[in-house]
């Protein structure tokens, strides 16, 4: 029986061959490999267009016809990354997943990675099907070799999901739902120590909907989400494992896109963990994943396998994907319905900000002063003294030192730090020590200064600061530089480009919530691109983008999606080049999710050959009272190192102390 979705239809990617002849197939495949070489296109073309039961009479009917086992004889004929998917394709699923467990239990070293993905994902009877397949293929129990293989709560979690026994769906009891959010808030938060066995027997036992309706309640009571619980409460593989299982319980679809995405995005692949998803998933809920793909990430599926892969690896690959969701209206309406889910969920969901600079307890102006003015006397500078007092100071603490300091010695604190200090420790301290609206006035003066203007800080500021924020600004600018901020941009930039930046510079967006006829409007106006005219597009795109509240363009964004199946950074990027371009989609990230547009920047500065300290120190002074913490935790969800640890790797010496010191903690 075909696995079918929600309202009954079949979801996968691979459908059945019509008018299937075994015998044939079997013969076409020999024939491909006799003689000299093989002829790749005809095993790939034949593999991919038949279901995984296809496959099975293929190889039965091979055997028969020519007395060989076709699973060799493909591994003979092809290498690398291309037979492990051919190869893959012609197993069952069970014994598919049963091979990948086993090699990520032998050798020297185990592949949590590939254990997670398996064992969180699969339903109760692809379990028993594994369980089954593993005894087997290897005459093995794969409890026992978990067990030999793991440790601690990890191993603990694995044989309970190796069981199996999770409650089915239609198992929801109202009277335990609430039970169960305040178990999981005393196993954790309000408990000295975390109670990891009643994580492992809720997580790993309750119906899927009814833990999506404890995951509701827990952050009804506790005022985050579970993920976040489980993130300060966990660590290291039981914190993934626990991870993992809880996306999967919410969407798993969403799970597998984004296992698909880090298998692709930055260098290199993770061909392992792509051909895995693509092989496991081709027969179940790959159209969902692909939906979730395009939504989430902005780019089709097909689109980044095409541009990640190459050779018949890639032809394989894209066969399985079965289509590019670039292709407007391809599967719209289950398309618009996925992204309409993330939408009412993400609004849903009051993320609260978290910076990671708090204010000091029993904080003392007059003691602190001292401790500065000690520091910075006679022969040589106590470095080590100054970022201890500035990097755990609130802002408005700062300010207070500043005023104490010049009171009790007569001195310019600012001007002693600037002549005590140097290069990028300097920046980032003396960053500090200034008010939010006089570092972002200076930082955009800077970006105007001298030969070329550096428009991505121009950018960056202006397309991700509030109301109160860019007024602020102005009057640092201009008590500053004795002119207009305005006058300043119009002068420095030119087009389309200064009147977006001058809109935003104004500090004028709508205030309050969404006008759901008023966002359909809008999303109509901006999904108009047919008159061909890049003028007008981009003013009617000034027009909304820049003027209209948060909340109002989460909604236009969703009405965008359900008219056209594409992100409307999609259409942007298509229609629109240069600095227009980059303005418009920093807007967008920027209401979409500031905190991840904030960690990809951060990402951005430190990856590859040499940092750009200049922006690192910038998001690093600007964001830490607001939002860095949730930046931290989005940073480690992306890029799958913590920001604590990619500083420590790519900066040195006292300029990395007081970075670490600012970034609150290692995730």
């Given at each position: 029986?075909?696995?079918?979705?929600?309202?009954?239809?079949y979801?996968?990617?691979?459908?059945?061959?019509?008018?299937?002849n075994?015998?044939q197939?079997?013969?076409?495949?020999?024939?491909?490999?006799?003689?000299?070489?093989?002829?790749?296109?005809?095993?790939?073309?034949?593999?991919?267009s038949?279901?995984?039961?296809?496959?099975?009479e293929?190889?039965?009917?091979?055997?028969?016809?020519?007395?060989?086992d076709?699973?060799?004889?493909?591994?003979?004929?092809?290498?690398?990354?291309?037979e492990?998917?051919?190869?893959?394709?012609?197993r069952p699923?069970?014994y598919f997943?049963?091979?990948?467990?086993?090699?990520a239990?032998?050798?020297?070293?185990?592949?949590?990675?590939?254990?997670?993905?398996?064992?969180?994902?699969?339903?109760?009877q692809?379990i028993?099907?594994l369980?089954?397949?593993?005894?087997?293929?290897?005459?093995?129990?794969?409890?026992?070799?978990?067990?030999?293989?793991?440790?601690?709560?990890?191993?603990k979690?694995?044989?309970?999901?190796?069981?199996g026994?999770?409650?089915?769906?239609?198992?929801?009891?109202?009277?335990?739902?609430e039970?169960?959010?305040?178990?999981l808030?005393e196993?954790?938060?309000?408990?000295w120590?975390t109670d990891?066995?009643?994580f492992?027997y809720?997580?790993?036992?309750?119906?899927?909907?009814h833990?999506?309706?404890?995951?509701?309640?827990?952050?009804?009571?506790?005022?985050?989400?579970?993920?976040?619980?489980?993130?300060?409460?966990?660590?290291?593989?039981?914190e993934?494992?626990?991870?993992?299982?809880?996306?999967?319980?919410?969407?798993?679809?969403?799970?597998?896109?984004?296992?698909?995405?880090k298998?692709?995005?930055?260098?290199?692949?993770k061909?392992?963990?792509?051909i895995?998803v693509m092989?496991s998933?081709s027969?179940?809920?790959?159209?969902?994943i692909?939906e979730?793909f395009?939504?989430?990430y902005?780019?089709?599926?097909?689109?980044?396998?095409k541009?990640?892969?190459?050779g018949e690896y890639?032809?394989?690959?894209?066969?399985?994907?079965?289509?590019?969701?670039?292709?407007?209206g391809?599967?719209?309406?289950?398309a618009a319905?996925?992204?309409?889910?993330?939408?009412e969920?993400?609004a849903?969901?009051k993320?609260?900000?978290r910076g990671?600079?708090?204010?000091?307890?029993?904080?003392n102006a007059?003691?602190?002063?001292?401790?500065?003015?000690?520091?910075?006397?006679?022969?040589?500078t106590?470095e080590?003294?100054?970022?201890?007092?500035?990097?755990?100071?609130?802002?408005?603490?700062?300010?207070?030192?500043?005023?104490?300091y010049?009171?009790?010695?007569?001195?310019?604190l600012m001007?002693?730090?600037?002549?005590?200090?140097?290069g990028?420790?300097?920046?980032?301290?003396l960053?500090?020590?200034?008010?939010?609206?006089?570092?972002?006035?200076?930082?955009?003066?800077?970006?105007m200064?001298?030969a070329?203007?550096?428009e991505?800080?121009?950018?960056?500021?202006?397309?991700?600061?509030n109301?109160?924020e860019?007024q602020?600004?102005?009057?640092?600018y201009?008590?500053?530089?004795?002119?207009?901020l305005e006058?300043?941009?119009?002068?420095?930039?030119s087009?389309?480009?200064?009147?977006?930046l001058?809109s935003?510079?104004l500090?004028?967006r709508?205030?309050?919530g969404?006008?759901?006829?008023?966002?359909?409007?809008?999303?109509?106006k901006?999904?108009?691109?047919?008159?061909?005219?890049?003028?007008?597009l981009?003013?009617?795109?000034l027009?909304?983008?820049?003027?209209?509240?948060?909340?109002?363009l989460r909604?236009?964004f969703q009405?965008?999606i359900k008219?056209?199946n594409?992100?409307?950074?999609h259409?942007i990027?298509?229609?629109?080049?240069?600095?227009?371009?980059?303005?418009?989609?920093?807007?967008v990230?920027?209401?979409k999710?500031?905190p991840?547009?904030?960690?990809?920047?951060?990402y951005?500065?430190?990856?590859?050959?040499?940092?750009?300290e200049?922006t690192?120190t910038?998001?690093?002074v600007?964001?830490?009272e607001?939002?860095?913490?949730?930046?931290?935790?989005v940073?480690?969800?992306?890029?799958?190192k913590?920001l604590?640890h990619m500083?420590?790797?790519?900066?040195?010496?006292?300029?990395?102390?007081?970075?670490?010191?600012?970034c609150g903690g290692?995730?």
């Open positions: 029986m075909a696995p079918t979705g929600k309202a009954g239809r979801r996968g990617s691979v459908k059945e061959f019509p008018n299937f075994a015998s197939d079997a013969e076409a495949l020999y024939n491909a490999m006799k003689g000299f070489g093989s002829d790749k296109e005809a095993i790939l073309d034949l593999i991919t038949r279901s995984n039961k296809q496959r099975i293929i190889s039965q009917a091979y055997k028969s016809l020519y007395g060989k076709l699973i060799s004889d493909l591994k003979r004929e092809l290498t690398g990354k291309f492990r998917l051919i190869v893959g394709l012609m699923l069970a997943d049963a091979k990948e467990i086993k090699d239990l032998q050798g020297i070293g185990t592949d949590e990675k590939c254990l997670i993905e398996i064992l969180a994902s699969r339903t109760n692809q028993h099907n369980v089954e397949a593993y005894r087997d293929a290897y005459e093995r129990e794969l409890e026992a070799d978990v067990l030999g293989d793991t440790s601690g709560h990890f191993k979690m694995l044989v309970v999901l190796l069981q026994t999770r409650e089915e769906d239609d198992v929801v009891s109202e009277d335990l739902v039970q169960d959010a305040k178990d808030l196993a954790g938060n309000l408990k120590g990891e066995a009643q492992i809720i997580l790993g036992n309750r119906s899927k909907q833990l999506r309706l404890v995951f509701d309640e827990y952050l009804k009571i506790s005022g985050k989400p579970i993920e976040d619980s489980i993130r300060g409460e966990l660590s290291g593989d039981i993934k494992l626990m991870l993992s299982v809880v996306k999967c319980i919410r969407s798993t679809p969403e799970y597998f896109a984004e296992r698909l995405y298998a692709m995005k930055g260098l290199g692949t061909d392992n963990t792509l895995r092989v998933r027969e179940i809920d790959m159209l969902d692909r979730v395009r939504t989430k902005e780019k089709s599926l097909h689109s980044m396998i541009d990640d892969t190459s890639k032809k394989a690959l894209l066969k399985l994907c079965g289509g590019d969701d670039d292709a407007a391809e599967f719209f309406p289950e319905q996925v992204a309409y889910r993330m939408w969920l993400s849903v969901a993320v609260e900000l990671t600079v708090h204010p000091a307890a029993d904080f007059d003691g602190d002063a001292k401790v500065l003015r000690k520091a910075m006397k006679g022969l040589g106590d080590g003294a100054i970022i201890d007092v500035v990097t755990h100071r609130s802002n408005a603490q700062r300010q207070e030192i500043l005023k104490t010049k009171s009790h010695f007569g001195r310019d001007a002693d730090l600037k002549s005590e200090l140097s990028s420790l300097a920046k980032l301290i960053g500090l020590m200034m008010t939010p609206a006089q570092f972002d006035a200076k930082q955009l003066k800077k970006a200064e001298g070329g203007t550096d991505n800080i121009l950018i960056e500021i202006l397309a991700t600061r109301n109160r860019i602020a600004i102005n009057e640092a201009r008590a500053a530089y004795h002119k207009s006058d300043a941009l119009s002068s420095d930039t087009g389309h480009f200064k009147r977006i001058v935003l510079a500090g004028n709508d205030k309050g969404e006008d759901l006829a008023q966002a359909h409007e809008d999303a109509k901006l999904s108009d691109v047919s008159s061909g005219d890049s003028t007008s981009e003013t009617r795109f027009s909304i983008l820049c003027t209209r509240s948060y909340p109002h909604r236009v009405e965008f008219m056209t594409h992100d409307v950074a259409t990027r298509k229609h629109m080049s240069g600095d227009v371009r980059d303005a418009f989609v920093a807007i990230r920027s209401v999710d500031k991840a547009f904030f960690a990809d920047k951060l951005d500065s430190m990856k590859g050959i040499g940092t750009d200049r690192l910038r998001i690093m600007s964001r830490s607001i939002d860095l913490l949730n930046i931290r935790r940073f480690k969800e992306m890029h799958e913590s604590h500083i420590e790797k790519d900066t040195s010496g006292d300029y990395c102390k007081a970075l670490l010191a600012i290692d995730d």
